[in-house]
């Protein structure tokens, strides 16, 4: 099982980033997905869910209105488009596939992506 999340970066605030996960070794398309990130100092936070079938999404406060999580067509991909990014989301950003329990849990997660790092800063 792999998950590989890309397309971090540097940014400017007020820019905007497209973060993408590609899931294999198991049928994602069944799997509800979710977003994480880990600021230097700090604990994992939650940042966004998705169901299994896209209907159903969760954003944390820090983030909503300003990300959006969404599935990709073959339901094996998921992508956090960030939109008005500011320094306090600088971190690297994880993947994770939904297991059971609470979906803004980290514990709540099986498998997990590398990792990708989004630095906002002027």
């Known amino acids: 099982v792999q998950l590989q999340a890309s397309g971090g970066g540097f940014v400017q605030p007020g820019g905007s980033l497209r973060l993408s996960c590609a899931a294999s070794g198991r049928t994602f398309s069944a799997y509800a997905l979710g977003w994480f990130r880990q600021a230097p100092g700090k604990e994992r936070e939650f940042v966004a869910h998705i169901n299994y079938s896209g209907a159903n999404r969760y954003h944390a406060d820090s983030v909503r209105g300003r990300f959006t999580i969404i599935r990709g067509n073959a339901k094996n991909t998921v992508y956090l488009q960030m939109n008005s990014l500011k320094p306090e989301d600088t971190a690297v950003y994880y993947c994770?596939?939904?297991?059971?329990?609470?979906?803004?849990?980290?514990?709540?997660?099986?498998?997990w992506g590398q990792g990708t790092q989004v630095t906002v800063s002027s």
């Open positions: 994770a596939s939904y297991n059971s329990g609470e979906f803004y849990s980290t514990l709540s997660y099986d498998y």
